[in-house]
């Protein structure tokens, strides 16, 4: 069976299952996995289990395995069994597998949003880039908010938060309420899908192995972000002087009063938790590629110590806020945050296992053979494009980036690339922001906390999305020429 007619049927899965039958997308993940699984070829599974090497010696050569090197015997011993095995047993393996790489940092990832909020931390920041700026440059605060919040935060969730301001900003200047709405969105969503510890670029990097580390991802996914975010800031100002979008009466409204930075944490104590990990695992990847390690560096740089850290830094900054006065407790907090956490790690894990799924069908080396002549920088392009494509279609950014990812991995450990996989990784994350519509939840959250029209919602925040991403393939592709980092 052909591995394009199996990704065509693992596709049709997610997507009418996510938008006709209204199915949750871990149902429709793992569905999709097992169809997939279930379908694909003995011969498909053994080859696509192979390393490069052993493909090019076993292939044919079966018979004569005492004469091989035990290295390639043993892998062809190995892709044996997983040829033979049980389709269930594969999905529910690679399941566990995505949950043990991902569990931990994104529980951390929870429990730091949930804990900035609370304690008022979320606010500091907002306030202090607000008042550093002036109400002129207010615009420009909101992104940068949006944006570092964005990176423990879930984009839903910076929204709720930030959306107040820009409504009672609205009524004191009588203007710029479609600047406020555009340059909220354009820093958060860039961060969702660039940024880790957020689940896709995560799971993303993960799928690259050790050839895109998460403190690379890190950090390229800040440099992509300065040039996607300027873009949709500058978006924001050209489409605020065409279009006035009115502060409607009917929409609620939560706006802060007077006092509302009265027991905030300070600025300080409040960006910690965000940029403690990135300090920790950037710090070590850098001091890695300069030939700089050591065994303290390397043990406060792993992902998952950085996360915990963090996490123990944004619970004492959620202890000691007098802003949370009579609210929840510490436990209570936890509770709440891994509660929503679960939920994405369950989703993460099957895209994963979807992702796995697609690999074992052998479609890297099918695509592969169709760009060969057309030489590694064209990968980038179509990274971008099936990541689009997917988004598209149902909807989830995350979704998109886990389901290219589980595509392109594969295909560029089949191709000698003149660039490093990280500019891979991040046109998969620029690929997920084209086209957001009425399949995602997103533009329905932007639209009703702004009091927008789904019209007004599509002219405005959803061709903003398709510039930043656009911006993005050409920063990341411009990148892989200039800067390859080989």
């Excluded at 993960?206 to 978006?235: K, P, Q, R, Y």
């Excluded at 919602?457 to 393939?473: D, E, P, Q, Y």
């Amino acid at each position: 069976m052909s591995p394009f007619f199996l990704l065509l049927i693992g596709m049709l899965i997610v997507v009418i299952g996510i938008i006709g039958f209204k199915w949750h997308p871990f149902i429709a993940l793992i569905v999709a996995a097992l169809a997939v699984s279930s379908l694909t070829p003995e011969a498909a599974l053994y080859e696509a289990s192979l390393s490069k090497e052993a493909r090019g010696v076993l292939l044919g050569q079966q018979e004569n395995l005492e004469t091989l090197p035990p290295e390639i015997v043993r892998e062809h011993v190995e892709a044996e069994s997983l040829s033979k095995s049980w389709f269930v047993s594969r999905v529910t393996g690679a399941l566990g597998k995505a949950c043990g790489g991902i569990a931990l940092v994104i529980a951390m990832a929870a429990i730091i949003g949930k804990c900035l909020l609370d304690s008022g931390g979320a606010r500091r920041i907002v306030s202090a880039m607000m008042a550093a700026v002036g109400l002129q440059r207010t615009p420009l605060a909101f992104a940068a908010s949006s944006f570092t919040l964005g990176i423990p935060v879930f984009f839903d969730t910076v929204f709720y938060l930030l959306m107040p301001l820009g409504k009672a900003l609205r009524r004191k200047t009588g203007k710029d309420y479609l600047l406020y709405i555009l340059t909220i969105v354009a820093g958060a969503t860039m961060a969702h899908s660039l940024v880790p510890p957020t689940p896709g670029p995560l799971t993303v990097a993960g799928f690259f192995g050790d050839e895109v580390s998460i403190g690379s991802m890190m950090l390229g996914g800040l440099c992509v972000g300065i040039f996607t975010v300027s873009s949709g800031i500058a978006f924001a100002y050209w489409a605020n002087r065409r279009w006035e979008i009115p502060l409607r009466d009917e929409v609620a409204c939560d706006e802060p009063g007077d006092d509302s930075n009265v027991g905030l944490p300070s600025l300080g104590f409040s960006l910690a938790p965000i940029l403690l990990p990135v300090v920790l695992i950037g710090g070590q990847t850098i001091a890695s590629s300069l030939g700089m390690e050591s065994d303290w560096l390397k043990f406060f740089g792993d992902k998952n110590i950085a996360l915990i850290l963090s996490a123990a830094l944004a619970l004492i900054l959620l202890a000691t806020s007098r802003f949370r006065a009579e609210k929840q407790s510490l436990r209570d907090a936890v509770q709440e945050a891994l509660a929503s956490g679960g939920v994405i790690i369950l989703v993460t894990a099957a895209g994963s296992a979807f992702g796995a799924t697609l690999k074992e069908t052998g479609i890297a080396t099918s695509i592969g053979e169709l760009f060969r002549s057309e030489g590694s920088l064209a990968l980038i392009p179509l990274a971008y494009a099936v990541t689009a494509l997917v988004r598209t279609a149902q909807g989830s950014a995350t979704v998109a980036m886990i389901t290219a990812g589980g595509i392109i991995a594969p295909l560029a450990s089949e191709t000698e690339l003149a660039y490093s996989a990280l500019y891979l990784a991040l046109a998969i994350g620029c690929g997920s922001k084209p086209i957001s519509w009425a399949n995602d939840s997103g533009f329905w959250v932007i639209g009703r906390m702004s009091g927008m029209t789904p019209l007004e919602t599509f002219k405005t925040v959803s061709v903003m999305m398709i510039v930043m991403s656009l911006v993005g393939l050409a920063v990341v592709t411009l990148g892989a020429v200039l800067i390859p980092l080989t």
